[in-house]
């Protein structure tokens, strides 16, 4: 059985690189014209590992997939443990059983074993479902804020900064606190 917090680490992670490929991938031609053109560029950069960790939303994000993780965990914990049972009482007693009820013993055991690798998977998809689903909010919410956020600032692309896939970077168009700020003051929890 896998860890929870694998289980959870390796769908936010897939979530965020989908997201981060959908934003990218939307280039427009009038954006490549004005660069074409040399016309002055200005670019900017927020950097998402501090959005994670800062932004109050994500972090309510992160911490209810969390639980939900947790709780699909308890519920497959559950039905590992009826199926231990179920087994090592068959291997205490099998002896005293006939054949029949031997047989009907291992057909059970069948049942909660598919029964056990069905709800692990419906568990996953719907796991994956609700992060892609909450991390398209949290996307959709920080791309709201950007637009307002640019109003005043006039760049011409902002991009997320990611280790992976951005090899130089001047510090001095850094936006990420402003960014964490805006986000922030933009919030309201549910309480």
Known sequence: MKSPSW???GVMAVAIIILYVLHFNNSSPAIKASAANGTG?????????SIQNNYEFFKEVKS??????MENAKQLTALKNTFAA????LQ???QSFTQAEITGRQQE????EKNYTSKEQQLSQELQEES????QEVKKK????LEKYNKAKTFNYIFSSNADLMYYKDTAYDITSDIVKGLNSEYKPKN
Do not use: M, P, S, W
């Open 109 to 112: 055991l069948a049942a909660l």
């Open 132 to 135: 892609f689903k909450r991390l």
């Open 142 to 145: 920080i791309e709201q804020y």
């Open 92 to 94: 205490k007693n099998g």
């Open 7 to 9: 289980i959870l680490n």
């Open 64 to 69: 209810a997939l969390q639980v939900k993780d």
């Open 86 to 89: 179920k087994y090592q009482d």
């Open 41 to 49: 560029t200005k670019v900017a950069y927020f950097e998402i590992d």
